[in-house]
């Protein structure tokens, strides 16, 4: 196995994700984009995306790593809409687009159609939240779109399957299509049900780090591959699970939360930038075979589909916001008044992204019978040119919409201040906790000591309101920003004895390695209390 085409996939696409970051341009389009531009030049491999790769191996994590970063608690608060978005706007997007496809493109069977429809109905998790937190969304507006991203894959894949059993000849009906849907998002939740406790026992009763890290990479492919045994969602196996992991990620070891935080952000930023790469990269691959739709009627058929995609959405957001309010009392008393702003950026922030992709490259070539699948090649590149679109059109307006419309972003001075006080009272909580463990004799400490730990609390307890405060007048700095420096300062300027005193054979490389580690651990400790 040649594996030189995966490693210069992984290292281009992370290094055009690490320049994106110093760009106005959000990470996802610019890789899109290089794929799309490397994808021609010469001596590039080939890089047909494999949908038994993405599906079972790709998604999983990247699910996980969303769901375990998301709050359980926030998205209980937006169920409601949340539902209507990942179900109810999949269906619709569904039989919308199936049913316009089926009028537009001659030749095309229904069934085919609705293929289509399913396989572009769900919007990307990677991209609408990345693009969401770049433009500083109002968290409620965040909550809904991650939400959304999280559930609707299930909804999409299962919609596709049911369309695919019709259009492939297995005799499908209405009664089947919606037991298998029952089945797979009943069945999906309920396998994340039975998992979480056992699995999150497990995290808490293992005390070896390196085993618990192993067990969270583990995670999310045991929950995928269980339910889908099942003929379940395997999707919302993993969602259940990583959000009943993430609500009690408190109850798990520091030293484990601290590498899992490190491990989990290093595999979501390959996957993401992969991924990514990937749909720029499936240019060649999706132009192949397209015969007599080449041309001019593959891009009319295109800019059709797309439109449905993007119209069809605001033709459901717009009702799913309002209709609600206007029929329940309770509704309007329960959740806060939404915006005509706010539910167009919901409307406009539907960016497709590799789930579609994979979904549509898992269409089997025949159908029963040995016949070749009506139109599978337009129907690829359909998806190809839709995923492209929302990304290109709708990520890169965006940010720009968002200001446009002056939707207000994130109070960071209110969150600021919440968060001083919650600081405040744990501070206080501990340090009647401190007292009364010192006022025990078996406790006995140094008075020196004992006023280190008062000072470790008194410094947490000011951090948080001295963000609040004026900068120096003379560096521009706020105080976190020079107790970070100087701190690092001061731990650089150890580190640097330490390895002067191993290269001049004081202490050997083991001692050095003990002794680094605490310094790390020690600039960690100072990072975090001034962020």
């Given at each position: 196995?040649?594996?030189?085409?995966?490693?210069?996939?992984?290292?281009?696409?992370?290094?055009?994700?690490?320049?994106?970051?110093?760009?106005?341009?959000?990470?996802?389009?610019?890789?899109?984009?290089?794929?799309?531009?490397?994808?021609?030049?010469?001596?590039?491999?080939?890089?047909?995306?494999?949908?038994?790769?993405?599906?079972?191996?790709?998604?999983?994590?990247?699910?996980?790593?969303?769901?375990?970063?998301?709050?359980?608690?926030?998205?209980?608060?937006?169920?409601?809409?949340?539902?209507?978005?990942?179900?109810?706007?999949?269906?619709?997007?569904?039989?919308?687009?199936?049913?316009?496809?089926?009028?537009?493109?001659?030749?095309?069977?229904?069934?085919?159609?609705?293929?289509?429809?399913?396989?572009?109905?769900?919007?990307?998790?990677?991209?609408?939240?990345?693009?969401?937190?770049?433009?500083?969304?109002?968290?409620?507006?965040?909550?809904?779109?991650?939400?959304?991203?999280?559930?609707?894959?299930?909804?999409?894949?299962?919609?596709?399957?049911?369309?695919?059993?019709?259009?492939?000849?297995?005799?499908?009906?209405?009664?089947?299509?919606?037991?298998?849907?029952?089945?797979?998002?009943?069945?999906?939740?309920?396998?994340?049900?039975?998992?979480?406790?056992?699995?999150?026992?497990?995290?808490?009763?293992?005390?070896?780090?390196?085993?618990?890290?192993?067990?969270?990479?583990?995670?999310?492919?045991?929950?995928?591959?269980?339910?889908?045994?099942?003929?379940?969602?395997?999707?919302?196996?993993?969602?259940?699970?990583?959000?009943?992991?993430?609500?009690?990620?408190?109850?798990?070891?520091?030293?484990?939360?601290?590498?899992?935080?490190?491990?989990?952000?290093?595999?979501?930023?390959?996957?993401?930038?992969?991924?990514?790469?990937?749909?720029?990269?499936?240019?060649?691959?999706?132009?192949?075979?397209?015969?007599?739709?080449?041309?001019?009627?593959?891009?009319?058929?295109?800019?059709?589909?797309?439109?449905?995609?993007?119209?069809?959405?605001?033709?459901?957001?717009?009702?799913?916001?309002?209709?609600?309010?206007?029929?329940?009392?309770?509704?309007?008393?329960?959740?806060?008044?939404?915006?005509?702003r706010g539910a167009f950026i919901i409307a406009w922030a539907g960016?497709?992204?590799?789930?579609?992709?994979?979904?549509?490259?898992?269409?089997?070539?025949?159908?029963?019978?040995?016949?070749?699948?009506?139109?599978?090649?337009?129907?690829?590149?359909?998806?190809?040119?839709?995923?492209?679109?929302?990304?290109?059109?709708?990520?890169?307006?965006?940010?720009?919409?968002?200001?446009?419309?002056?939707?207000?972003?994130?109070?960071?001075?209110?969150?600021?201040?919440?968060?001083?006080?919650?600081?405040?009272?744990?501070?206080?909580?501990?340090?009647?906790?401190?007292?009364?463990?010192?006022?025990?004799?078996?406790?006995?400490?140094?008075?020196?000591?004992?006023?280190?730990?008062?000072?470790?609390?008194?410094?947490?307890?000011?951090?948080?309101?001295?963000?609040?405060?004026?900068?120096?007048?003379?560096?521009?700095?706020?105080?976190?920003?020079?107790?970070?420096?100087?701190?690092?300062?001061?731990?650089?300027?150890?580190?640097?004895?330490?390895?002067?005193l191993r290269d001049g054979r004081y202490i050997d490389d083991e001692?050095?390695?003990?002794?680094?580690?605490?310094?790390?651990?020690?600039?960690?400790?100072?990072?975090?209390?001034?962020?």
């Amino acid at each position: 196995m040649d594996v030189m085409p995966l490693l210069l996939l992984v290292a281009g696409s992370a290094a055009v994700a690490a320049a994106a970051r110093r760009s106005p341009v959000p990470a996802p389009l610019l890789l899109v984009a290089a794929g799309l531009a490397v994808s021609y030049v010469p001596g590039v491999p080939d890089y047909t995306l494999d949908p038994h790769i993405v599906l079972p191996l790709v998604l999983p994590p990247l699910l996980h790593s969303a769901a375990t970063d998301s709050s359980y608690l926030d998205l209980r608060a937006q169920m409601r809409p949340v539902m209507l978005l990942s179900v109810g706007y999949v269906l619709f997007a569904t039989f919308a687009v199936g049913w316009v496809a089926y009028l537009v493109i001659p030749g095309l069977p229904l069934t085919a159609a609705l293929v289509l429809g399913a396989v572009v109905a769900p919007p990307d998790a990677v991209a609408a939240t990345a693009v969401a937190r770049r433009v500083g969304l109002p968290s409620r507006i965040t909550t809904i779109l991650q939400g959304e991203s999280l559930v609707n894959d299930a909804t999409a894949i299962t919609a596709y399957r049911v369309a695919l059993a019709a259009a492939v000849g297995e005799g499908a009906t209405w009664a089947g299509g919606i037991w298998e849907f029952l089945l797979a998002a009943f069945g999906g939740i309920g396998m994340g049900l039975v998992l979480m406790v056992p699995i999150h026992w497990l995290r808490t009763h293992v005390k070896e780090v390196l085993l618990q890290n192993t067990l969270s990479l583990l995670i999310p492919f045991v929950a995928y591959a269980a339910a889908e045994q099942v003929h379940a969602s395997g999707v919302l196996a993993v969602v259940v699970v990583a959000l009943y992991l993430g609500h009690r990620a408190w109850e798990v070891d520091f030293a484990t939360r601290l590498q899992e935080e490190a491990v989990w952000r290093m595999v979501a930023f390959v996957l993401e930038s992969a991924v990514f790469a990937l749909i720029g990269l499936q240019l060649p691959v999706v132009l192949k075979g397209l015969g007599e739709y080449e041309g001019t009627r593959a891009a009319w058929y295109a800019i059709a589909v797309f439109l449905v995609v993007v119209v069809s959405r605001f033709v459901w957001v717009y009702p799913a916001t309002f209709l609600p309010r206007m029929m329940s009392a309770r509704i309007r008393e329960r959740e806060k008044n939404p915006t005509w702003r706010g539910a167009f950026i919901i409307a406009w922030a539907g960016m497709r992204g590799v789930v579609s992709l994979a979904i549509a490259f898992s269409i089997p070539l025949t159908v029963h019978g040995g016949g070749d699948f009506p139109e599978r090649n337009l129907i690829l590149f359909l998806t190809f040119t839709t995923v492209i679109g929302t990304l290109v059109v709708q990520g890169v307006t965006l940010p720009s919409l968002v200001r446009v419309l002056k939707v207000p972003g994130r109070d960071s001075q209110a969150e600021t201040l919440a968060e001083a006080n919650a600081q405040a009272q744990a501070s206080r909580a501990a340090e009647q906790r401190l007292e009364e463990l010192l006022s025990d004799e078996r406790n006995a400490l140094p008075e020196s000591l004992a006023d280190r730990l008062r000072a470790v609390l008194e410094r947490r307890r000011n951090s948080v309101w001295e963000r609040l405060g004026q900068a120096n007048p003379v560096t521009g700095e706020s105080v976190d920003d020079t107790y970070r420096r100087l701190s690092r300062e001061a731990i650089g300027t150890e580190r640097a004895v330490f390895v002067r005193l191993r290269d001049g054979r004081y202490i050997d490389d083991e001692m050095l390695r003990t002794l680094l580690r605490r310094l790390d651990l020690e600039e960690a400790a100072a990072y975090r209390e001034a962020e």
